[in-house]
Nanobody
Framework: QVQLVESGGGLVQAGGSRRLSCAASGSIFSISSMGWFRQAPGNERELVARILSSGSTNYADAVKDRFAISRDNAKNTMYLQMHSLRPEDTAVYYC???????????????WGQGTQVTVSS
């Protein structure tokens, strides 16, 4: 069984910074892509940033130049460093990963439980 556990959410003032972490544990052979998604009330879940095992990254236009995604492959952990936060960044942030267990070519999608980030104006 694989688990993704996010941490680092909370209340922050506009213009502030926050770092989210996502730790993967369990029966993990390798992790392909990892990413952060967010969902604000009344909105659909949207991609914030993604990072491949190669280190290649992509970002939503709304967060480019403000957020930075990174991962520590040795620790199966991913981070999202957020700067210049805005009230519109308020959402539940979810960790996502594509993980292979011990079986060859058996990749599955996993989601964390979400962590709330609230940016006050």
């Amino acid at each position: 069984q694989v688990q993704l556990v996010e941490s680092g959410g909370g209340l922050v003032q506009a213009g502030g910074s926050r770092r989210l972490s996502c730790a993967a544990s369990g029966s993990i052979f390798s992790i392909s892509s990892m990413g952060w998604f967010r969902q604000a009330p009344g909105n659909e879940r949207e991609l914030v940033a993604r990072i491949l095992s190669s280190g290649s990254t992509n970002y939503a236009d709304a967060v480019k130049d403000r957020f930075a995604i990174s991962r520590d492959n040795a620790k199966n952990t991913m981070y999202l460093q957020m700067h210049s936060l805005r009230p519109e960044d308020t959402a539940v942030y979810y960790c996502h990963a594509v993980i292979r267990d011990s079986r060859p070519n058996n990749y599955n999608d996993y989601w964390g439980q979400g962590t709330q980030v609230t940016v006050s104006s």
